[in-house]
């Protein structure tokens, strides 16, 4: 497994401020803060420079990314159409402590968030969060579409299966139980949401980022 490369996470509004080493130190200073803002970045003097600057700069926005698509392409492809919601999934570990989540793509406010899940993986939480998501849209009758970096987990949920390797075990059994939960939901439900894959080489990140890649 390709080792995951260094992070550091500057924390704006938190516990307490500033830039850290590690996602688990920045988790601590940003769970159960409300209205915490924080953003990762790949070094220490562009997280210090983040902090300084102020949150304005960054939050909303992806400021050092740069497309490498030619203006050609970028025009073919459009923007993202924000009538919509987007998911994702982190994990920390790969398989590994897992959470995923739904944002609304136009002003990033966070719809549902679960977990963390024990000895878990990113496949398992992008096709929970799509399902998740799914049901969420269909429960508010809303004509909302989904985006997601997966096209993994979207062949899963067209194929209404979980093609995950991971052994099932005491560990991650709440998992697994989400898991059923969501295949008998696709089995039992119809619905008309449109799922899309997000863009990433001409918009970035995908709102719902957990922002530790």
């Excluded at 600057?53 to 159409?81: D, M, R, T």
């Amino acid at each position: 497994m390709a080792k995951s490369k260094k992070k550091y996470y500057t924390v704006w509004k938190g516990h307490n401020t500033g830039v850290f080493e590690t996602w688990d130190d920045c988790k601590a200073q940003i769970k159960d803060f409300k209205g915490a803002q924080y953003k990762s970045f790949s070094t220490f003097d562009a997280a210090k420079r983040a902090y300084k600057e102020g949150p304005k700069e960054y939050i909303g926005k992806n400021k050092a990314f740069k497309s490498e698509l030619s203006q050609e392409q970028l025009k073919k492809i459009g923007q993202p159409n924000t009538n919509s919601i987007c998911v994702d999934a982190a994990v920390s570990g790969n398989p590994g402590k897992m959470e995923y989540r739904g944002v609304d793509t136009k002003n990033k406010n966070q719809l549902f968030a679960q977990g963390p899940f024990e000895d878990g993986t990113n496949n398992i939480g992008e096709f929970l969060a799509i399902v998740h998501g799914l049901a969420f849209l269909k429960q508010h009758n809303s004509d909302r579409i989904i985006y997601t970096d997966s096209k993994t987990a979207m062949s899963w949920v067209k194929k209404k299966t979980c093609n995950s390797k991971l052994k099932r075990t005491d560990k991650n059994e709440i998992l697994f139980d989400l898991v059923d939960r969501a295949l008998k939901w696709l089995m039992t439900n119809e619905y008309n949401t449109t799922i899309v894959k997000w863009e990433t080489k001409a918009w970035g990140e995908i709102p719902a980022d957990f922002g530790r890649k």
